[in-house]
């Protein structure tokens, strides 16, 4: 992980591989940003006017890489773009310092320090550069190379050390900040680990055993229920997505508690570790990526470990609802009718739907312990990634006013998200003439419809919300701002700032 510290040492006299500035797009050109004062005036004030003529403008991932002044330790400077001039007396936006750190971040791949010189005013700036430079630094090379030769064959390795010029070490704020975004962020990143980790060597027992190892180092209780658990208490939704593998499903669950706490949140992942679609298969060209499937898990299990690490005075359950969806003579056919946890039956019209069978046994389990909301997320639907894209999560919940506060608390720490109804006359269409329910309705509004089933396993008169991350969970394109291609941890920080509402008294 990259080292990340606060420094007040001047820019010139710093020993470094890069020294990192920002530059806006102003109306008539570039405009260097606050910060690297020292860097323009070794430019003689006229460091933008050489920004521009290099080609830069200041828009938002935009990248500028020159010689650094004479008298610098450091031999490079390099300017990230941070979008627009922010308005008369207003300071940066702190989305645009985490994304240029995360830009900033990935292009120094291969040097051992850099120093960061972009606006910083507060803590709170100081937290969002931390965030986005250890963000933007992840890559994932397990599988590269062999052993310590991986990094030569392969690429390079990340950024070791990041030095926040302006920083102030002794500042109880500003250390809790950088603080708080090592622990985020290490978190976050262990969840893209899992998320990019193969199915063959990420099957519902290994996660069950990482979530273990990781519960046993932070304190947090655990408890795994294998197979024999499972049928012995009825959840009849996770055993029929998972009886097509011979790798048997899990449901986890870890429990951080704090002494101090006056609420209990609880949070639900789906956890398919991989989706073939079991006996509705996927066609070639949509399984290729079902690795993933298991991201909301995945994000559940980081949120909660960050939450213990962080000490919040909030009591965070987890539960982690692990299969692996696959046809076999033993799988779940569709026109199968399973019991789930709750007592009720659903019929099965399609093996692919499966993800909301899990979920729905895991939410049923997570209402027992009457929490004062829960939250699930999942990547439930294609529809969702139709109706918002690759880069923007659906928020539905069964509470206008929590599902306000999930998307406020979603834009706040820069998740794009948006919120998403959940229209009545869509339920009748899963109706089902032979169990109570069944897993498919109307195929328009598909990711609507598939959170209206969801909602029927919610213990009633419990505030809850369901994430779909189904577009931005996996980054198949190239990288941006602080997101890597491939698992991006996506609804992490999300989780982890309603648990500080939460445990703040902020959150209802």
Known sequence: MTALTLSTAAAPGLRADAIVIG???????????????????????????????????????????????????????????????PEK??????????????VAARALAGTRK?????????????????????????????????????????G??????????????????????IERAAAVSEELNRARDLINTPPNDLNPEAFAA??????????????????????????????GVGAGSAAGPR?????????????????VGKGITYDSGGISLKPAGHNETMKCDMSGAATVFAAVVA???????????????????????????????????????????????????????????ASQEKPDAIVDVATLTGAMVLALGNRTFGIMGNDDAFRSAVHEAAEEVGEPAWPMPLPEHLRKGMDSPTADIANMGERMGGGLVAGLFLREFVGEGITWAHL???????????????????????????????????AAGDLG
């Open 210 to 239: 990482v979530a273990q190892a990781a519960a046993k180092e932070h304190g947090i209780k655990v408890q795994v229920l294998d197979v024999k658990a499972l049928e012995k208490g009825g959840y009849g939704g996770i055993l």
């Open 251 to 267: 449901l986890v669950k870890l429990s951080y508690t704090s002494s101090k706490a006056k609420k209990h949140l609880a949070f």
């Open 307 to 365: 939450a213990a690490r962080l000490g919040l005075e909030v009591n965070v359950t987890g539960w982690l609802a692990l299969a692996e969806n696959m046809p076999s003579g033993s799988a779940t056919r569709p026109g199968d009718v399973l019991r789930m946890y709750s007592g009720r039956t659903v019929e099965v019209l399609n093996t692919d739907a499966e993800g909301r069978l899990v979920l729905a046994d895991a939410l049923w389990a």
């Open 468 to 502: 779909d991350i189904a577009g931005p969970a996996f980054n198949e394109g190239g990288p941006f701002g602080y997101t890597p291609k491939g698992g991006t941890g996506t609804a992490v920080r999300t989780l982890v700032r309603l648990a500080e509402l939460t």
């Open 114 to 154: 850099a120093a960061f010189a972009l606006p910083l005013t507060d803590a709170a700036d100081a937290g969002a550069i931390g965030e986005g430079a250890l963000l933007g630094a992840y890559s994932f090379d397990a599988y590269k190379g062999n052993g310590k030769d991986a990094k030569a064959k392969n």
């Open 23 to 85: 530059v806006a797009k102003g109306a008539k050109g570039p405009v260097v940003a606050p910060g690297a004062e020292a860097v323009d005036k070794a430019y003689d004030g006229k460091l933008a006017g050489v920004l521009e003529t290099l080609g830069a403008s200041g828009a938002e991932g935009e990248m500028t890489k020159l010689p650094a002044p004479s008298g610098f330790k450091a031999p490079l400077v390099l300017a990230v773009g941070l979008g627009a001039v």
């Open 156 to 177: 390079k390795a990340p950024l070791a050390e990041v030095a926040l010029l302006g920083g102030k070490p002794r500042d109880k704020a500003y250390k809790a900040a």
């Open 89 to 102: 007396d207003a300071d940066y936006d702190t989305e645009a310092l985490r994304k240029a750190a995360g």
